[in-house]
């Protein structure tokens, strides 16, 4: 097991950035395939983006690629969210995953998750 704790999250206005932060603890982090998520109002958790132990595989959904960048410090037990450009629809609470499956963007995979942050985007 895992414990992740994310930091970041605040109100920004559209086009703006924001970073976000993971910290995990527990059972070694440069074991476990890391990934982001997020969930709207509303709305389903949604895929956001995944990196494998190493740093070497990267994946992104669709809405945020060009816009969002995931890394990993694996001597500092984190993972981070860089968002650029940021628009109202990215507005959701964010939540960060890890699991020893792979880079997946499937939320099953995962079993281990944070308590979220939210990221407000104002238009």
């Known amino acids: 097991q895992v414990q992740l704790i994310e930091s970041g999250g605040g109100v920004v206005q559209s086009g703006g950035s924001l970073r976000l932060s993971c910290a995990a603890s527990g059972r070694s982090f440069r074991t476990y395939a890391m990934a982001w998520f997020r969930q709207a109002p509303g709305k389903e958790r949604e895929f956001v983006a995944t990196?494998?132990?190493?740093?070497?595989?990267?994946y992104y959904a669709d809405s945020v690629k060009g816009r969002f960048t995931i890394s990993r410090d694996n001597a500092k037990n984190t993972v981070y969210l860089q968002m650029n450009s940021l628009k109202p629809e990215d507005t959701a609470v964010y939540y960060c995953?890890?699991?020893?499956?792979?880079?997946?963007?499937?939320?099953?995979?995962?079993?281990?998750w944070g308590q979220g942050t939210q990221v407000t985007v104002s238009s």
């Open positions: 995953a890890a699991g020893v499956r792979g880079p997946l963007r499937t939320a099953s995979n995962y079993d281990n």
């Open positions: 990196i494998n132990w190493s740093s070497a595989l990267m």
